[in-house]
C-alpha cells in the first residue's frame, strides 16, 4: 500500500514537472511579410542607402553614400525631399553615414567629417554639434542624451555620452584591446537609455547601463577570434561577427549576424532584454544594417544597397 | 589555352578602345597635322571607390582635366569582379553606375566589362591608362595618384592643349 503511495507521489511530481518546463519552453518563431520596396532597379530614389530612422508618424530618413545626400520619404515611400550634395560645408556630406531622430531635428554622422550634422525635420541645415573625433556609430538614448562611439585608434573601446550642444555628459569603456579594430562596434538603446553593444569583430553581445555597468554578456556563434589580413603594416580583421543591433517596441533585441552566420549577413538572432537567446529568423536578402521603427515594421537592405525593404514582423508562440 | 584566349580577347578590345578612341578625336587631328593626342581610360573599381581616399582622389582627378579632354578623349571601363552576373545583378551594377556618375558629373562614357576582359588590371584597383603623345607611349597608373603622377599626366594633357 505504501509502494504504491510512494508510487503515485512520483507520478504527480513528474507530470507537474512536465508540465511546467512545457509551458517554460514556448518558443517564439519569427516570420516577415513583405509590406513597402523602396526604390527599384529602374528609379533614381536610392543608389546606396547606408543609415535610417523612421519618426513617429512613418517618415523615413535614409543617408545614400553614393550621391552624398539624406532623403525624407513620406509613409507610402514618396521621396519628400532630399537635402545634401558632395562637401565639408554646411549640409553637405563627405560619406554619410549613421541619422538618428532627436526631438524634433534629424542628426547625421559622417564617416570623414568630425561631428554631428544637424537637420530639421524638413531637412533644413540647423548647426554642426562639434566632436573631437570621427564617429562610429551613433544613438539617441534619452531626451538629452546622444551616444556614441569614436574612431580613436588602438587602445579605444570608448562609449561617450553627449548633449545636444556636444557637451560630454558622461563615457565609459567596453573594451580595452590593444588589437586595432577589435573595438569596433553597432550600438542601440532602449526607453530606459540602457546601451546594447554588439561587437563587429568580436564574439560579444552586451548590454551597459548609462553609467557604464555592464549587466550582460553574450557569445551567441562561438567564434573565438576572427580571420585577418595584413594591409600594409597593420594586421586587420576582416570578417565580421556581427553587422547591427536594434530593438523592437518590446524590447528584444534583434542582432543581426555576418560572415559567421549560418546564412551570412541574412540571419537575425534575437534575444530577451535579459539576454536570453529567444529564436532566430532569415531576411531574405543579405544587408548591413537593421531597423525596427515605433510600429515594429522592421527594415532592411534590398538588391544591394538600392532598395529599402519593409517588412511586418510577425510573431508566433508555439 | 583557355588563359592564353582571354589574354588575347583582352589585347583585341584593348587594341579596339584604342582605336575607337583615335576615331573619335582623330579626324580632325590629323588633318591639323597632329596625329597622336594623350588619351585617357579610366578603368574604375566600384568597390574601390568606397574607399574615401580613392574616391576623392578620382574625383579630384576628373576635375582637374580639362571638360572638353574628359568628354572628347576619355572612356571609362567599369570592371566587374564578379562571375556568370545574371541580368538582375548587371541590373543594380547600372543603376549604382549611375549615382556615381551623376554625383561625381562624370560625362565620359563608360562600359561595363561584363565579361572580365579587363581583369588583369584588377589587381591594381581604379587606375587609368595614359596614351601618350607617341604611339609607343603607353602608361597605367593607379588611384591614388602619387602628386609626381599626377603632375606627370596632367602636363602631358596640358601641353599638348597648348
Given amino acids: 500500500m505504501r509502494k504504491v503511495h510512494w508510487l503515485s507521489f512520483f507520478f504527480v511530481f513528474f507530470l507537474l514537472f512536465t508540465l511546467s518546463t512545457a509551458s517554460s519552453a514556448k518558443s517564439l518563431r519569427i516570420s516577415l511579410r513583405e509590406e513597402m520596396t523602396l526604390g527599384h532597379l529602374d528609379d533614381d530614389l536610392i543608389y546606396m542607402w547606408v543609415g535610417i530612422a523612421v519618426d513617429e508618424s512613418g517618415h523615413i530618413y535614409l543617408t545614400d553614400t553614393l550621391d552624398y545626400s539624406l532623403k525624407k520619404f513620406s509613409p507610402a515611400g514618396r521621396l519628400v525631399k532630399k537635402a545634401g550634395g558632395r562637401g565639408q560645408g554646411p549640409g553637405e556630406f563627405m560619406a554619410p553615414r549613421e541619422v538618428q531622430i532627436f526631438q524634433n531635428y534629424v542628426l547625421v554622422t559622417d564617416q570623414n567629417i568630425r561631428g554631428i550634422q544637424v537637420f530639421d525635420r524638413d531637412l533644413n541645415f540647423i548647426k554642426r554639434i562639434p566632436f573631437s573625433h570621427l564617429i562610429l556609430d551613433m544613438r539617441v538614448c534619452g531626451p538629452q542624451a546622444i551616444a556614441l562611439i569614436p574612431i580613436v585608434g588602438v587602445g579605444a573601446g570608448r562609449l561617450k555620452i553627449i548633449d545636444f550642444d556636444g557637451q560630454e555628459v558622461t563615457e565609459f569603456f567596453y573594451e580595452k584591446t590593444k588589437k586595432m579594430m577589435l573595438d569596433f562596434a553597432s550600438i542601440c538603446s532602449d526607453k530606459e537609455g540602457n546601451i546594447y553593444l554588439v561587437f563587429t569583430f568580436q564574439d560579444r553581445i552586451e548590454k551597459y547601463n548609462l553609467q557604464g555597468k555592464k549587466l550582460w554578456t553574450n557569445r551567441l556563434l562561438k567564434v573565438k577570434s576572427v580571420s585577418k589580413e595584413k594591409i600594409n603594416r597593420f594586421e586587420v580583421p576582416t570578417r565580421v561577427v556581427y553587422k547591427d543591433v536594434t530593438l523592437d517596441p518590446v524590447g528584444r533585441v534583434f542582432v543581426l549576424g555576418g560572415h559567421y552566420s549560418k546564412h551570412q549577413s541574412r540571419d537575425i538572432y534575437v534575444l530577451d532584454a535579459q539576454g536570453r537567446y529567444l529564436t532566430t529568423f532569415t531576411l531574405p536578402e543579405e544587408s548591413h544594417a537593421i531597423y525596427i521603427d515605433q510600429q515594429g515594421f522592421l527594415y532592411s537592405r534590398g538588391n544591394d544597397g538600392v532598395s529599402l525593404r519593409k517588412f511586418k514582423i510577425i510573431y508566433q508562440v508555439d | 589555352m583557355v588563359a592564353k584566349i582571354k ?95 551623376q554625383s561625381h558629373q562624370i560625362e565620359f562614357p563608360i562600359w561595363i566589362d561584363l565579361h572580365g576582359l579587363f581583369n588583369s588590371f584588377s589587381s591594381r584597383g581604379t587606375s587609368l591608362v595614359l596614351m601618350g603623345k607617341s604611339m609607343a607611349d603607353c602608361r597605367c597608373y593607379s588611384f591614388p595618384l602619387l602628386p609626381h603622377q599626377e603632375s606627370e599626366i596632367l602636363e602631358e594633357i596640358f601641353l599638348e592643349r597648348e
Fill in chain 2, 7 to 101: 589574354s588575347i580577347k583582352s589585347k583585341m578590345l584593348f587594341f579596339l578602345l584604342i582605336t575607337l578612341l583615335v576615331v573619335r578625336g582623330g579626324v580632325a587631328e590629323a588633318s591639323a597635322g597632329v596625329a597622336y593626342q594623350p588619351r585617357l581610360i579610366m578603368l574604375i573599381d566600384l568597390n574601390d571607390l568606397m574607399c574615401f581616399n580613392c574616391l576623392m582622389a578620382f574625383s579630384r582627378f576628373c576635375q582637374s582635366l580639362p571638360p572638353s579632354f574628359l568628354q572628347e578623349k576619355t572612356l571609362g571601363i567599369l570592371m566587374v569582379k564578379e562571375k556568370n552576373l545574371d541580368y538582375h545583378r548587371l541590373q543594380i551594377i547600372k543603376k549604382k553606375l549611375r549615382g556615381f556618375r
